[in-house]
């Protein structure tokens, strides 16, 4: 995914790009890594609710 983001690691963000000098084939490119980073992060997002379910019972 690092062929078009930048990421801050101190701040845990994404800086802002300017789409405008791209070509259609990068905005291709560039749609196809964000939709594998979205699917990525919803994997995460399942992961951290089960720890969370998990933990929730066990202090029941």
């Known amino acids: 995914?690092?062929?078009f983001l930048e990421i801050d690691e101190k701040s845990k963000t994404v800086k802002s790009l300017n789409l405008d000098d791209f070509s259609i084939?990068?905005?291709d490119k560039y749609i196809i890594e964000l939709d594998n980073e979205m699917v990525k992060v919803r994997k995460e997002?399942?992961?951290k609710n089960k720890l969370k379910d998990d933990a929730l019972k066990f202090f029941k």
């Open 25 to 27: 084939e990068d905005l």
């Open 1 to 3: 995914m690092n062929d």
């Open 45 to 47: 997002i399942v992961k």
